[in-house]
């Protein structure tokens, strides 16, 4: 068992059947949806990101009738650059699914005729030659991030009428069905992106059932270890059957086996990973908050703040109070919307009162978001829900009275509470006069000191806000600072696929085979990359291509124009590629090649030599460590606005490790830099949360949390 492999899948989608698990009830739905008595109906699956739409997606063709041929098409793969290159894409995806999957061969695509009139060419020409081609079948095209059209209305790159033309396949082609996948509800989209979808019917894809969630917690593992009912129960009540973070967490914890290697898991191997899994998972839970409007981010600030350290069903009453601590009053109508939206995506749950879906985003919320830098976020928003000045003055006095009645109360208990001691006291004990006087003047001292301190709470309440505000402006600033990738430059986890894409449509336009993606590959091509940004010199190879820049549109531009990249790129001698990519403030991306292998011989075998093993992390050497526990600080070098971009801010930190074994990695944000000095370029204005790693030789790993603001917004006055 030295070489187990992983079997969670954290991230990508689940293309095999072995890792599959539940959704028998959405299958149930399409296959009995789809086949109307006049015609076959549209099917709409929406839902939460990553709840596993583009993985049942492809599963589909497992679970209908073999009169469906299912068609996946990654509308984030396709260029869609107008209405006849859409449709061009389109119809090429089909011709290399059926060849590649039903073995159906289709005559050669005319690509001048789609550019000229591609409406025209292709439902006049296109669609003929495939239903000679498959019979009486039907095509069943499953769309998947559906969302890819409106957003390339909006950038200008298709025109509005894409969606009518879709809807007139949709009533006048009879063997062509249609499958969207979508990221929200009807009531969310636009009036054309809802008028595409308005004869569709609908299912949501949510989370995970319990049964279908215990499967995948322990069926993967069952020959190598086993979870206790606990630690199951623990898995669920945290990730609540979500399967991007179920799949995440089994992930880790297989991880943590492979350390262990115990025969049994508890609820407390559970526990002491779940850190980790908020770090892990942090580009998802915080794609959940960037997708929030200002409202539903103070909603759930409010509920995490309300909360505590314990999740527990939470009321807006209790969110409200909350949010008064810091003189905030959030609109009735503001949190009724907020809150309806939150539950339409799964993000909270309840009806009178709410809680999180996924406790690992309360975890997120509650490190990431807290009450006062949320303030600060949507500070513009709140500025146009803040009430009248009179409103905020007549509630301060309120509040101040409530004070200063409750204070007196407390006093006029107390004091009461003292003299039917004393004069039970002095009746049973028979006390002198001169013992009665001394428990009078206590009592008047300790009256006194009551009534101070209630003045004393009376002054606190009236100080002026703007001394709580710099008082707590001062604390941020001795526990907080910033750095991060600038949001411009972090590719997604999907980049490589996209790419992959893209370059196999490239080759497909130039008449060369498709390629397959080969890990090996990708290990070799991850090398060069990190061998490039670590400035280490290395011949070229005729067999790689090799790109930076901050978008993957920049990417591909330069990767797919270039000359000498470009023979790589359509070389038919190539059938596989590895694909690695570097993350940093310019990403490097790498591209290595294999041609196929050749024909065995029966000529005696060379010399054995090793075999390549992947690259481990290269760990900075320090002086030998004087032992102990390993820790590390860290401290500002310098920071101060980007020349190259004044709408960010720049920041160099310096990390210093001591103890472990002497030899250490660092990591900024989950992810590795060169060294233990991090230079970071992030917006300006908005305050961004973050983490710093240290790991050493033996693989123990320390982490520190920071969350800072940044020091001034251009054009806007700098704060003090």
Excluded at 203 to 227: C, N
Excluded at 252 to 263: K, Y
Aim: glycine share 6%; with cysteine; net charge neutral.
């Amino acid at each position: 068992m030295g070489d187990l492999v992983n079997p969670y899948i954290a991230g990508n989608p689940v293309t095999g059947e072995e890792m599959f698990f539940g959704r028998e009830n959405v299958f149930a739905f399409v296959r009995q949806a789809l086949t109307g008595r006049h015609r076959d109906n549209v099917i709409v699956l929406y839902g939460q990101r990553r709840t596993g739409k583009t993985s049942a997606l492809y599963q589909m063709h497992r679970h209908l009738d073999s009169r469906y041929l299912c068609i996946f098409v990654d509308l984030h793969g396709l260029a869609i650059n107008g209405v006849d290159g859409f449709l061009w894409d389109i119809a090429n995806t089909i011709v290399r699914a059926l060849r590649k999957e039903h073995q159906i061969e289709l005559p050669p695509l005319k690509r001048a005729e789609f550019m000229q009139d591609g409406r025209a060419a292709f439902e006049n020409e296109f669609l003929p030659q495939v239903w000679n081609a498959i019979g009486d079948r039907h095509i069943l095209l499953m769309l998947d991030e559906a969302i890819r059209l409106q957003e390339q209305i909006d950038a200008g790159k298709l025109d509005k009428s894409v969606f009518e033309y879709l809807r007139h396949l949709m009533q006048h082609s009879d063997r062509l069905n249609f499958l969207f996948a979508l990221g929200s509800g009807l009531e969310e989209m636009e009036k054309e992106y809802a008028f595409l979808f308005s004869v569709g019917l609908y299912r949501k894809i949510s989370f995970l059932t319990l049964e279908a969630a215990t499967a995948l917690i322990t069926q993967p593992v069952k020959d190598y270890y086993r979870l206790e009912p606990s630690a199951v129960d623990r898995i669920f009540g945290v990730t609540s059957g979500h399967p991007y973070f179920t799949q995440l967490l089994c992930h880790v914890l297989f991880n943590r086996w492979l350390q262990l290697r115990r025969p049994l898991l508890r609820s407390d191997d559970v526990n002491a990973l779940l850190n980790e899994v908020v770090e892990r998972g942090l580009a998802v839970l915080k794609q959940v908050w960037d997708d929030s409007t200002p409202a539903e981010k103070a909603v759930l600030a409010g509920l995490s703040t309300a909360m505590g350290k314990r999740s527990h069903p939470i009321g807006l009453a209790e969110v409200d109070r909350a949010w008064g601590t810091l003189d905030v009053v959030l609109p009735d109508n503001e949190k009724a919307k907020a809150v309806r939206s939150l539950v339409a995506r799964d993000v909270i749950i309840g009806e009178d009162k709410y809680q999180f879906a996924v406790e690992l985003q309360r975890m997120w919320i509650q490190k990431y978001a807290k009450l006062e830098w949320v303030k600060e976020e949507i500070a513009p928003t709140l500025e146009k829900w803040q009430p009248p000045p009179e409103k905020i003055i007549e509630r301060r006095q309120l509040r101040r009275n409530k004070i200063d009645l409750a204070a007196l109360a407390t006093i006029l208990g107390i004091f009461a509470a003292l003299i039917i001691f004393l004069f039970y006291g002095m009746r049973s004990l028979n006390e002198s006069v001169v013992s009665e006087q001394i428990q009078r003047r206590t009592l008047e001292a300790q009256l006194t000191r009551l009534v101070a301190a209630q003045a004393t709470g009376t002054l606190a309440a009236l100080a002026p806000a703007s001394t709580a505000t710099a008082g707590a402006a001062q604390l941020y600033a001795l526990q907080l600072t910033t750095t991060a990738l600038a949001p411009q430059c972090t590719l997604s986890s999907s980049t490589g696929d996209e790419l992959l894409n893209r370059l196999n449509a490239l080759r497909h336009e130039n008449g060369v085979e498709p390629l397959r993606r080969s890990d090996q590959l990708s290990v070799l091509a991850l090398q060069s990359g990190l061998e490039q940004a670590n400035g280490l010199l290395r011949p070229d190879n005729l067999d790689s291509a090799m790109y930076q820049g901050c978008l993957l549109d920049d990417l591909w531009q330069g990767l797919s124009t270039d000359a000498s990249a470009r023979r790589i790129l359509l070389s038919p001698a190539y059938v596989s590629v590895g694909i690695g990519l570097v993350p940093g403030t310019l990403n490097t991306v790498v591209l290595k090649f294999s041609a196929p292998e050749p024909t065995p011989t029966f000529t005696p075998p060379p010399t054995p030599t090793e075999t390549p093993r992947p690259p481990r992390p290269t760990f900075t050497a320090t002086p030998p460590s004087n032992g102990g526990p390993l820790s590390f600080t860290w401290s500002i070098e310098s920071q101060g606005p980007d020349p190259s971009n004044p709408n960010q801010w720049r920041i160099v930190v310096n990390l210093a490790a001591r103890g472990g074994d002497g030899h250490y990695q660092y990591f900024h944000d989950g992810l590795p830099v060169d060294d233990a000095r991090v230079e970071i370029v992030y917006r300006a204005c908005i305050a961004k949360p973050g983490s710093f790693w240290v790991q050493d030789g033996a693989g123990q790993i320390v982490k520190q949390s920071y969350y800072m603001f940044s020091p001034y917004c251009p054009n806007v006055t700098p704060r003090p």
